[in-house]
């Protein structure tokens, strides 16, 4: 029995399968203070870390990705997510 991926019962995707990203509220209701922020394009690699404080609560962060553009490479867009730091070795 031969099925394509879209065909398949369990896989009901939408004509947008992008998932819809967190808002900077819930991102400082988590404790996190900031934002990394990658190129859009995958070659350029260029990534900054960003706080998080100005963004108002209600933004998600996928309405802002579209708004960067890389000062490296000139890319607009850009994948933004948590900075979830790593917790510091005897820190305490």
Request: proline letters at 5%; one cysteine or more; charged letters at 25%.
């Amino acid at each position: 029995m031969d099925r394509s991926f879209a065909s398949c019962a369990r896989c009901r995707f939408g004509p947008d399968i992008r998932p819809q990203k967190i808002t900077f509220g819930d991102i400082r209701g988590m404790g996190v203070r900031g934002v990394l922020v990658y190129c859009a394009d995958y070659r350029c690699g260029h990534s900054v870390a960003l706080s998080a404080d100005c963004g108002p609560d209600e933004v998600r962060l996928s309405d802002v990705e579209p708004r960067f553009v890389c000062m490296v490479c000139s890319m607009r867009g850009a994948d933004v997510r948590p900075n979830f730091e790593r917790a510091r070795m005897g820190a305490g």
